[in-house]
């Protein structure tokens, strides 16, 4: 993680994601492909122009991403485990969250709360 001492106050970062698939050992019916992925860049999910991604496959990974985005301690498993199962049995279609760069994100772009300047 950067040095965060040049933030100010009210920024934070937070990792740039890319969920792809990286292995699929049965029968997808979504028409999934090893390779297919879609990003997360601070709370907004994109794909590839003209790609799709299963909505099953995409809600086993919602929980983990917010804690993906956020360095952790390094013994967390959080830290070390990147790969998720889709919730379809018969699919075996295996995904890795790969961290890809920090990105610096200002309280006020991302909250309505106004920031109070209290420091935690």
Known sequence: MSDNTNLRAD???L???TV????ISGHCTCAMSVGDCFYLRGGKISMPKGADFC???LQSTIPLLPAKQRKGHPADWMETDARI???DPACGLIMRI???QLRVLNHDDVSPIPWDGIEP
């Open 11 to 13: 920024q934070f970062e």
């Open 15 to 17: 990792y740039d994601l």
């Open 20 to 23: 792809v698939v990286e292995k």
């Open 55 to 57: 909505l099953y496959a």
């Open 85 to 87: 199962i889709c919730p």
């Open 98 to 100: 790969d961290r890809d």
